[in-house]
């Protein structure tokens, strides 16, 4: 009975999304939860600990000054989400290209196999951590395009809508539902469609759009 | 179409296009065939895709077009591969080459299966008592550096290939001159060789270039140029603007069993198989007859056809007597015309008469410098296309049952498939000492082998290839891998050639590490001739980039030729074998040819366009014939020639002459992958030893068989309905041409 | 489309006939004009749809059963009437490349149990697989015949490795129990019109085509968006005088009321006579609406 159970997903999932939506305030969708608490806006979504190659250390790359991050854009690493439905990972040369500069952090452990994975001009086996049925499809560039070009919204804030606040992470983790009621909770809100405009549009609500 | 501009610049070579190409393990492709049945989320399961250092036009989730060249069939298409995450998607048509312009055929589509193939092989094999067993690339190096000899005593050393063409060709031509074989022969067991030494002797040259678009009205004998042709794709461009002209072509297909084109034709006209010529003589007669084209022939020509009354040519032909003279009338008022003449009047013992009747036609309707031309020269002739024939591979076998081949190294094709029964082919290869094969899939000739050695795909592999008879400038087709190689012990021909060569011939070929470096050496040394001013790497890029080597060149006058009245000459009439009545057809498939795409599970599941069967063999009769018969759909059927009988079911349709039954080529394959096995037949086996009288070509439509009907029936795995007919319902309306003005729709690009 | 979304505009999503204009206001309706004059039969759409869609290959006993899953294909006629007349087909085979006609107002989607099949705002008839439930009733109603239903699980079988390697990734796999038909490529579509939101403009004539249009190797099938009056689609269905929303031509009624033998001698509707437009929808009569116009062949009959 898999198609039985199948259908029963979605539509659970929709219906979540109807009832839970006029709840949500819109700093639930920027902040995420605290790691390992059930997230504010209702779900509890706290994905499991993925254990990647090297500890990648969100929080003193893109976190803020005072917790003694960098401030680095999320779209400076992660440069494929603008121009791709998928946001890839960033290259292994992009990654070098800071760090054959910093001399200081070179004999760091999580630095050396780094290098070590250069030097052997091997891609690091990174691990997927927001993961999707194969039969959604999600579009990053779109969402960036609106959110982050069109909107002029921070990177931090549009990317922490699904990603929640990976700026205070070391490795990712995933603390937002990514459920098609999620998705659609937030479709079915206005939003201005840029940032002079008075004008607001919603996200598709097409099935076609997202499952083809 | 989307990205197109990416070939522009997504240039390829060196490293970091290998990282592209490189079917990165660590990518999405454990998931492809989860489905929608996997609802699950996994994170932290599965990998991201990930990169080294791609070039800066590489995107996940992006493809990117790479250009390259179709090797399914000899017409040299131009094609782009959409390539994403290192694994190649789908093929298209590259819209530089002014063969596909963008366009590509079914059997062009299903290339990426014969890739992808679960059947490849994937070692070197050497057989021991008698069964292949997996070996390594060294050992079976220094067994065919054992053929490698440098006297021209002892046994004959052949090398044995396919149509072949570009640079490929250029070293298999230096394989006999460089004293690394005795002889290169190049085998098509559906060569137009026939065709070939007519026009030779009637217009010069070997190949003539017909121009569909051009012409008002085509008038073919039998050539499928919208099916099984040498360039359907560049023929089906042609003919969807000959429809669209101004006033709209008239197409008239004049053969035994309706082909493709027949079924597109205008007028259909069904002929009995053989006589194509005496209609076209009685065409001549007929066109005689007018003033503007009495004084076209040669007296004796004209005495030649003089027998050729419509009374006399409808009695031989079976076609209707008063048909004659309107055709004829067509051909005038529709000028200029085109006639053209296929496989069908080629088979015959007297196939080359039948094709020179043909082509006086063009000649009294002087179509020469109308519709009919000579290719342009082709600048660098030694990478003209090598076409094969048959006559060449019967002198071989006759060779090889007395002895005297002492090595052969197979490439591109598979004759112990599709020659005959009566040349005992496979049982001749037993008495080479040696044989080797290079193959993707292990086909029959491999099986009978000693040593097989596994080919790259055509889309992982470098090449360069040349079209026969381009209408549209000189093109030189660029070919380049569009993929990593999926099997790591899979090598180039051109490599192992190389290294041969080198064995040879080493202060010739030793300042090349491998093929790759030969042909890059050899495109750019031919930049003088297409770009001279850019830097050699930057042509080099450009090239692969653009997948096409072009230039504009005109097409060139066919010489006007004296040639004696004995080349028209028609056979008498022959009696009918009483034993056997009838005559085969084995028709060809646009999609299978040769039977060398029998592999690829889509052109299986392709319904044949006039039957619509899939997976199977079958066996065309007329309806008339089937009740004379007393033959249903499905019956099966022993089809006996005098060298053999296959069996197949019958399928009835009218586009066939009641005295023939035909059964199609490419199917009953014995070993080509799971696909191909246990398929159908294979009617190339039956076939009586019948030649061309004047060129020793195998005569494909003349073999005589006697059908005799078994008590079994089974049901066609077939597309169509319980009915062929609409049954007065508007599915495919059809209108009157004089009831339409083309010119008033709206236009568009016919590319 | 979520649940609540169905269910308070079942009306208008369900519509049972389309409007004059009803894409007026849209930037997109999807459309094909399928020139039989041009079509050759040659089966290179077909193929190209198996590449570009993820077909499975089913195999010789399957498709016996009449479980084939080809989204494309090409329909071979010998005659128009009740029985074949012809000794000999004097005028070839009739060809007709047959799939969803993407209908206006489709058999198929007020019979879907569970809204799997809808109306898209481009005009599509979509097919949403995880919704699927596999009653099959829409392929029931479909007067085309070109739904098809997983009868197994392909994946499984369909594509021995490394065949694999070739299944599109923005295509999804389907597995058993659930119905798929053509989606005019919805997936290039869709990638189309987002690259055009991002450059801020609407997708441009000849921008995306399907595959099969693509591949075809006479250009015998064109692919469009008939919301945009300048596109070649949009003006061959004017050229051809077919109303989107209407389910009998004006110029058929015109050839219907087409007088009678001596109103022609007198000349009154003669031009009417002498040119016909080639352009129709199959089984228009059943009031589905189809976006896809076929051009007449043509046949000289001069010989």
Known sequence: MKTFSRIVLCLAATLAGVSAAPVVSADAFVQGGPIGSQTSDGYNALGPVVTQPIEFPHNRHAGTRANGGMEIDCLYCHTYARRSAVSGIPRLSKCIGCHNMIESVKEKPRIKTLLAYWDRREAIPWKKVHDLPDFVRFNHERHIQRFIFDQGRPSREACGYCHGDVASMTTARRVKAISMGWCVSCHEKEHRIDAVSFKTGHGPNDCWQCHH | MIRFGMTANSVASGVNRRDFLNLVGLGGTASVLAGCGNTSIESGVELVQSYVQPETFVVPGVGVYYASTCTQCGSACGIMGKVREGRILKLEGNPQSAISGGKICGLGQAGIQGHYSPDRLKTPMLKENGVLKATTWEKAMSLLSGTVSFTAQGPRRVVLTGPTSGHLQILLKAMPQSGAATDHVVYDSLSTAVAASVNLKMFGVEQTVGLIDKAGLVLSFGNDFLGAGDSPVAAARQYARFRKAERRGILIQIEPKMTLTGANADRWVVIAPGTEGVLALGLVRELLQRKEFANNLSPNLIAAVEPYNQTEVSHITGVRGDLIPRIAATLWEHSPSLVLAGRYPQGHAHGSHNMAAIALLNVVLQNQGKTLWREAELPFPQMAPALGNFKSLRQLNTQMAAGDVGSMLIYGTNPVYSTPDFMRFADNLQKVPFKAAWVTELDETAMHCDLVLPLMSPLEDFGTHVAAAQSDGMEISIQQPLMEKLHPEARSFGDSLLELLKQAKPESYKSFPDYYAYLKSAVVNAKPAFDPKVEDEEFWENTLSAGVLRRPAALLPLPAIEFSADLVRQPLRESRDAAYPFVLIPAVRPSMRDGKAANLSWLQESPDPLTTVVWDSWAEIHPSTAKQLQVNEGDVLVIKSAQGSIRAKAYLIPGIHPGSVAVPIGQGHESYGRYATNVGVNPFKILDPIFDEETGELALYATRVAIMKTDQNERFTKDEGATNLQQGRKLVATLAADQVDLAKETPFVIR | ?303
């Open chain 3, 1 to 303: 489309m979520s649940l609540d979304n169905l269910i308070s505009n079942w009306s208008k999503l369900r519509v049972r006939r389309p409007q004059v204009d009803q894409y007026k206001d849209s930037p997109y309706k999807w459309a094909m004009v399928i020139d039989l004059d041009s079509c050759t039969g040659c089966n290179a759409c077909t193929t190209a749809c198996y590449a570009e869609n993820n077909l499975p290959v089913v195999g010789k006993k399957r498709f016996l059963e009449g479980q084939a899953m080809h989204w494309l294909r090409i329909e071979r006629y010998w005659g128009e009437g009740e029985e074949s007349t012809q000794e000999f087909p004097e005028q070839g085979a009739a060809f007709l490349p047959m799939m969803c006609q993407q209908c206006e107002s489709a058999p198929c989607e007020i019979v879907c149990p569970v809204g799997a099949t809808h109306h898209t705002p481009d005009g599509l008839n979509s097919q949403v697989y995880n919704r699927c439930i596999g009653s099959r009733y829409c392929s029931a109603n479909c007067p085309y015949k070109v739904r098809y239903f997983n009868w197994y699980n392909y994946p499984e079988s369909a594509w021995p490795s490394p065949l694999e390697l070739q299944l599109s990734p923005d295509v999804t796999v389907r597995s058993k129990g659930v119905m798929e038909k053509c989606t005019f490529c919805v997936q290039r579509l869709t990638e189309a019109k987002s690259k055009a939101r991002t450059e801020k403009r609407n997708v441009q004539d000849g921008e995306v085509v399907t595959a099969c249009a693509q591949a075809c190797p006479t250009s015998a099938i064109h692919f469009g968006n008939i919301a945009d009056s300048s596109s070649t689609v949009a003006k061959m269905w004017k050229a051809q005088q077919v109303e989107l929303s209407a389910d009998k031509q004006k110029k058929d009624m015109k050839h219907e009321k087409m007088p009678a033998a001596s109103e022609v001698a007198s000349g009154v509707g003669a031009s009417v006579e002498a040119e016909k437009l080639r352009g129709y929808r199959v089984f228009e009569e059943l009031r589905t609406y189809p976006s896809v116009v076929y051009l007449e062949r043509i046949r000289s009959g001069e010989v």
